[in-house]
């Protein structure tokens, strides 16, 4: 840090409080320093600074690599904690480590506050042991309480869906559901729901998945060994990669989405946008579930906040080309669809 501030020609204090993205230089001082740094090939001992704090000003973040809305909320992270004044440190739930041992890291790491997303632990087995560190849950399994928690309005998000497919002519809609995945059982419950309010209660049927796409694959399959004419017109997946998994059975199997079956995903990930799955969706706000994360924290640890908050967003169903009317009855010689 010397040289550099005899590189500048200013003193260590003032380089210490740029490094530290404090007050008190300039626009130009700050430029001129991170350029001499860089000249100098000098990085800030960032371990060495937080020891040095009384408050490390970081929030740890327990989130899952399986599900493509669980990557979008921490991408859209980072932006939300620097708007707030904090940074982040991350640590990966993976089926090598349990979600205990990586809370257990975050803590060790001065984490302020920890946001999870899509944790499938129960609330007490997670935090044994995090005292009075704030948590904010982005689409947990379960609710407790003592937590903030940002969640979608998951059945709101089913029932466009079956609104949707129902306003298009279909009567025979199924789901795929996601077991005990973060998320599944409201999507289940709005399925029937809204099945049973448009009088279809006759024609619900939940088929046992996952959210990966072998499971909407798995239930293809199955769907494929009955009777074409058992066959549903349209089914709502958990999420877009089960129903990608689906989507590509049925036209390996030469069935056509969405003459012979449309499709609905959950997510509205980067997956559904692509041209050539064009898939319909219900899009989760993946910016703002991180933007409202970050506040909640932020509003424990600076304002003291200590009631808890339960924060619902509203879905938005996202129609493209996957979903259309219903095919035509099947032929009397039970032929392929067509």
């Given at each position: 840090m010397s040289d550099v501030a005899a590189r500048v020609g200013v003193s260590q204090a003032l380089v210490s409080l740029v490094f530290r993205n404090q007050p008190g230089a300039s626009a130009d001082t700050?430029?001129?320093?991170?350029?001499?740094?860089e000249e100098l090939g000098y990085r800030p001992d960032t371990a060495a600074q937080l020891l040095r704090r009384t408050r490390s000003r970081q929030l740890g973040v327990l989130f899952t690599m399986r599900h493509p809305f669980d990557v979008g909320v921490v991408e859209a992270l980072y932006p939300a904690a620097r708007k707030h004044g904090y940074t982040l440190v991350l640590n990966a739930m993976v089926a090598t480590r349990g979600e205990r041992q990586s809370m257990e890291e975050l803590?060790?790491?001065?984490?302020?506050?920890?946001i999870t997303i899509g944790a499938t632990s129960s609330w007490e087995h997670l935090t044994?042991?995090?005292?009075?560190?704030?948590i904010v849950e982005i689409n947990p399994r379960t609710r407790a309480a003592g937590v903030d928690v940002v969640r979608t309005a998951e059945r709101k998000g089913i029932r466009q869906a079956v609104d949707h497919l129902v306003a298009l002519g279909h009567r025979a809609i199924a789901h795929i559901d996601g077991g005990r995945m973060?998320?599944?059982?409201?999507?289940?419950?709005?399925?029937?729901?809204?099945?049973?309010?448009?009088?279809?209660?006759?024609?619900?049927r939940v088929h046992p998945g996952d959210y990966t796409e072998e499971s909407g694959a798995r239930v293809a399959r199955a769907l494929l060994a009955r009777a074409p004419a058992q066959l549903p017109t349209a089914v709502i997946a958990g999420n877009d990669r089960c129903a990608h998994g689906l989507l590509g059975a049925l036209l390996r199997a030469g069935l056509r989405v969405?003459?012979?079956?449309?499709?609905v995903g959950y997510d509205d990930s980067q997956l559904a946008r692509l041209s050539f799955i064009d898939l319909t969706s219900v899009r989760q706000e993946a910016a703002e579930a991180a933007e409202l994360a970050v506040?909640?924290?932020a509003e424990r640890l600076d304002e003291g906040r200590t009631a808890d908050r339960d924060i619902v967003l509203d879905p938005t169903l996202v129609v493209r080309g996957s979903t259309g009317p219903p095919r035509t009855p099947s032929?009397?010689?039970?032929?392929?669809?067509?």
């Open positions: 700050r430029r001129r320093v991170f350029q001499a740094a803590l060790g790491l001065r984490s302020e506050a920890v044994t042991g995090v005292g009075r560190t704030p973060p998320g599944a059982t409201e999507r289940r419950r709005g399925y029937r729901a809204a099945m049973r309010r448009h009088g279809l209660a006759d024609h619900i969405p003459d012979d079956v449309s499709i506040r909640a924290a032929p009397p010689d039970g032929g392929l669809l067509r």
